[in-house]
């Protein structure tokens, strides 16, 4: 079955379908989630109420890894997710510069989404490129050594 009918199809189908193709153990968690991320565009609240009850977890442990990873997202979005990293070496590097210019460009405090749905600015701790910081991500895309100036141009890419 197509992933996008799969999940349109209902969350607890979606779930025990995910389940059984990908295993039960605690240690298929987080493959879990990154299916179910994938094919529903974030993860809900009625997906881990299932994900709970068919893997005999906590809905509060599933929660906690679902929120621990910045590439598992837990509410709806626009169509692009731009991300900051918000961490130390990139703060210092400049990246307070970069995020209120980026809130400025979008209209946009964190967790919001842009009335068009095209965007959502999120912010994250180290993406593990401090090297390139400050560090801006968009959907998969990551920018670094970002300038105040290049925001315009990197988010024209994502029309
Ligand atoms: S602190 Fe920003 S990528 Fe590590």
Not at 24 to 49: G, H
Not at 91 to 105: N, T
Request: hydrophobic share 40%; with cysteine.
């Amino acid at each position: 079955m197509p992933a996008e009918t799969r999940c349109e199809s209902g969350i607890k189908e979606m779930v025990e379908g995910i389940v059984a193709e990908t295993g039960s153990a605690r240690s298929d968690l987080i493959p879990i989630l990154l299916r179910i991320s994938t094919e529903c565009s974030y993860i809900s609240e009625e997906a881990i109420r299932q994900l709970s009850s068919c893997l005999r977890l906590p809905e509060s442990e599933i929660f906690a890894v679902a929120t621990f990873y910045h590439m598992l997202l837990t509410q709806a979005h626009g169509r692009h997710i731009v991300q900051f990293c918000e961490s130390a070496p990139c703060h210092v590097a400049g990246g307070r510069e970069i995020f209120q210019a980026l809130k400025d460009l979008l209209g946009l405090k964190p967790g919001e989404t842009s009335q068009d749905d095209r965007w959502t600015l999120f912010t994250t701790s180290c993406l593990g490129v401090c090297g390139i910081g400050p560090v801006v991500m968009v959907d998969t895309d990551i920018y670094g050594h970002v300038l105040p100036e290049q925001l315009p141009a990197i988010l024209e890419n994502y029309r």
